[in-house]
Nanobody, 126 residues
Framework: VQLQASGGGLIQAGGSLRLSCAAS????????MGWFRQAPGKEREFVAG????????NYANSVKDRFTISRDNAKNTVYLLMNSLKYEDTAVYYC????????????????????WGKGTLVTVSS
């Protein structure tokens, strides 16, 4: 599976961005997908996850009620809509395929993921 994230950029605090992650391969719909982010000098952290069919989602507390993860299996694409952006949301954002086919609502770690895309940089100016 190859993943390509896009949609990052420079945005003012309070603004919105939508990230996209296009996946290759015909098995996209078989796996839960997630978004992670890594700020300079910090560890990679979980942002949001979504089940195979898109019915179930889970979020880090820091982004809950501001970010929305979704997927379109027909397009092999997962999205992250980010509203009310804050300076502390500045990071490189990565999409990833969860290892195995089981979704869980608990917080995901980088060790739970199998394939990673190249990140897309989101810079929020204060």
């Amino acid at each position: 599976v190859q993943l390509q994230a896009s949609g990052g950029g420079l945005i003012q605090a309070g603004g919105s961005l939508r990230l996209s992650c296009a996946a290759s391969g015909r098995t996209f719909s078989m796996y839960p997908m997630g978004w992670f982010r890594q700020a300079p000098g910090k560890e990679r952290e979980f942002v949001a996850g979504i089940s195979r069919n898109g019915v179930y989602t889970n979020y880090a507390n820091s982004v809950k009620d501001r970010f929305t993860i979704s997927r379109d299996n027909a397009k092999n694409t997962v999205y992250l809509l980010m509203n009310s952006l804050k300076y502390e949301d500045t990071a490189v954002y990565y999409c990833a395929v969860r290892r195995g086919q089981t979704y869980t609502s608990s917080t995901w770690g980088p060790e739970d993921m199998d394939y990673w895309g190249k990140g897309t940089l989101v810079t929020v100016s204060s």
